[in-house]
């Protein structure tokens, strides 16, 4: 499909080339012609001069010659000159035409193939996240159909129709929480976000008190007081959500080593967010940021997770300016930072 499409932009790109070329060439053939013209009629002129005796002593022809008379046959030269000149000029132009069109459209093949390279990927994107998300769709209701199918076909009693039921409803609750999270993710992308001046010292700690009250742990805190960001408090607020319910659903079955730290330099503070879970192997570091992407150790373990948080938690450092830096050990640790502009 791409490949048309190259073509077409190619050939378009060609087109308004020749239409340029072509008013271009017939303004330069005008002028150069009429420049030729007058040229010949000044010649013409010069030698009419010339035999009248009007011209300087030196242009005379030595005395007892006679001149030329500006007769047919020297007409008739001129006139084949000016023809010739014309021929001439038509035909360097043609030449330099082809040229340029030639080059041209090499060079239009090369420029619609990066015009439309974005563009390819961008559908590619949108390919890959339909199909994810309508695999993520259909697993939750195959297993719900079963079910019913099943429960269906065979006489249960009351408190099997109910373990079906509340199996039914662990599914509809995943397919809740998934196009929850599609949600929150393309209305970050394609929304611009509000920003306003916050203290963001306060944003985390308050997030981290609720968030050990909840779970019932503790988050080694190391947050510097009074340090202030431009920033979306509920994005940011889902931000910190994202990472510290990665850093228990991945702390294994011990009890989670969460810790979170705020600190600023000059002009800028960071956030980190660490925890001591199974880690992320670092071949897989660009790619958890990926829609749908759950690394194989994840799988492994058996959590649940449809792989949009991390890529609704770059969005959200993406929509602040910043981008989310991991440093992580596979088996140690995982540590998510990121950079904000202090306000
Ligand atoms: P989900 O947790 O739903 O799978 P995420 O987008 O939040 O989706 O995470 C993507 C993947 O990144 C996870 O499947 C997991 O493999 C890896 N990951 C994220 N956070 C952590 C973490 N704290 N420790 C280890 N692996 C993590």
Redo the contacts with the bound molecule.
């Keep these: 499909m791409f490949k048309s499409a190259t073509i077409k932009l190619t050939l378009f790109y060609v087109l308004a080339i020749s239409t340029v070329c072509i008013i271009f060439s017939i303004s330069v053939y005008g002028l150069a012609s009429s420049r030729i013209d007058n040229e010949a009629r000044r010649q013409v002129d010069i030698f009419q001069r010339f035999n009248a005796g009007e011209g300087s002593p030196a242009s005379r022809p030595p005395s007892g010659q006679q001149p030329p008379a500006v007769n047919d046959e020297v007409r008739q030269e001129i006139r084949q000159q000016i023809q010739n000149d014309r021929n001439e000029l038509l035909r360097n132009i043609l030449i330099v035409n082809v040229f340029i069109v030639i080059f041209g459209g090499i060079a239009s093949y090369f420029f619609a193939k990066a015009t439309l390279k974005p563009i390819g990927s961008t559908m590619e994107k949108q390919r890959r996240f339909t199909a994810d998300a309508s695999h993520e769709l259909r697993t939750p209701l195959t297993v719900m159909k079963a079910e019913i199918d099943l429960a269906l076909e065979q006489d249960l009693s009351a408190d099997e129709l109910r373990e079906v039921l509340v199996s039914n409803l662990e599914e509809v609750q995943r397919l809740s929480d998934l196009s929850e999270q599609l949600l929150a993710l393309t209305s970050v992308e394609d929304s611009s976000i509000c920003v306003e001046k916050l203290d963001l010292s306060s944003l985390v700690n308050e997030f981290v008190d609720s968030f050990e009250q909840k779970h019932d742990l503790n988050v080694d805190k190391n947050i510097e007081p009074q340090i202030h960001v431009l920033g979306e408090p509920s994005l940011l607020k889902n931000y910190m959500q ?1 990472l510290f319910d ?2 228990v ?2 702390s294994g079955e011990d009890q989670p080593v969460i810790s979170v730290s705020l600190m600023k330099n000059s002009s800028y503070c960071v956030l980190v967010v660490r ?1 001591e ?4 192997d670092l071949s ?1 570091s660009d790619k ?1 940021f990926d829609r749908f ?3 194989n ?2 799988k492994k373990v058996g ?1 649940q ?7 609704l938690a770059s969005q959200i450092a993406k929509k602040h300016g910043s981008k989310i830096h991991l440093d ?1 050990k596979l088996g140690e640790y ?1 540590k998510f930072s990121i950079q904000l502009k202090i306000a």
């Design positions: 994202i990665n850093a659903k991945y925890d879970g199974i880690g992320i897989d958890i992407y759950r690394s150790e994840a959590k997770g449809y792989g949009l948080g991390l890529s992580s995982s």
